[in-house]
């Protein structure tokens, strides 16, 4: 079973405001969820990241989140979204693995944006 | 900003063979981590390395794989021998610390296996 789940495969806008969503499983207590959006080379690029003790929904430039921590899903906002905005966004729980004290980054499938001019 | 090179963007290779996957990381980071994501699929966590050693790895980080970060120089990924279920795109990535929201991801090795 998934544990980080983005049901919209793909989604295009015309400016505006755009919102991506993404659902998460985990028994952890600590967190975090992070956002990222693939370029066409490849290359991922941090966006933004909500730790789970953080009730405020975060801001970093014209990315914000939506943090429903009861629901365990968090959503991605886009303020006017413009053509450059266009890729593959990806949301990723980060968890604590093994006894090292390491974190791993499960990702979702991805939303690929298409923002038309 | 900062950026993890990955080198080559793209291997072709014959299933059994050696293949070692480089990555130049951002200098002065201490954490390297692989990551692996098969064409239609999430990415997803291989390995990480820390001071010299793997610190933790999944079940996809099987017995043929290995890493290495020689002298300070490129962070590698070796598979030996190689097989078809290994194709996949690789991501290499580091941070400067051990948190999560400081991780730079490079742009990929696209393996493909024959």
């Known amino acids: 079973a998934q544990r980080v789940t983005q049901v919209q495969s793909t989604g295009s806008s015309q400016w505006g405001e755009v919102t991506l969503d993404c659902s998460y499983e985990?028994?952890?207590?600590?967190?975090?969820i992070l956002w990222y959006r693939q370029l066409f080379s490849g290359e991922m690029v941090f966006l933004i990241y909500?730790?789970?003790?953080?009730?405020q929904n975060q801001r970093s430039g014209h990315y914000s989140v939506v943090f429903q921590k009861s629901f365990k899903s968090i959503s991605l906002v886009i303020s006017a979204s413009q053509p450059e905005d266009s890729g593959t966004y990806f949301c990723?729980?980060?968890?604590?693995?093994?006894?090292?004290?390491?974190?791993?980054?499960?990702f979702g499938s991805g939303t690929q944006l298409t923002v038309m001019p | 900003g900062p950026k993890v090179l990955q080198i080559p963007s793209h291997q072709i290779i014959d299933m059994g063979q050696m293949v070692t996957l480089n990555c130049d990381p951002v200098?002065?980071?201490?954490?390297f981590y692989w990551y692996k994501q098969i064409l239609g699929q999430q990415m997803e966590f291989l390995v990480n390395?820390?001071?010299?050693?793997?610190?933790?790895k999944s079940k996809l980080f099987k017995d043929q794989f290995s890493v290495e970060r020689p002298d300070g120089s490129y962070f590698t990924l070796k598979i030996q021998p190689t097989a078809l279920e290994d194709s996949a795109v690789y991501f290499c990535?580091?941070?400067?610390?051990?948190?999560?929201?400081?991780?730079?991801f490079g742009a990929g090795t696209r393996l493909s296996v024959l």
């Open positions: 990535a580091s941070s400067p610390t051990a948190s999560q929201n400081t991780l730079y």
């Open positions: 390395f820390y001071n010299g050693k793997v610190m933790e």
């Open positions: 990723a729980l980060s968890e604590l693995i093994g006894a090292s004290g390491s974190w791993q980054l499960i």
């Open positions: 200098s002065n980071h201490l954490y």
């Open positions: 985990t028994s952890e207590y600590s967190y975090l």
């Open positions: 909500q730790p789970s003790f953080d009730t």
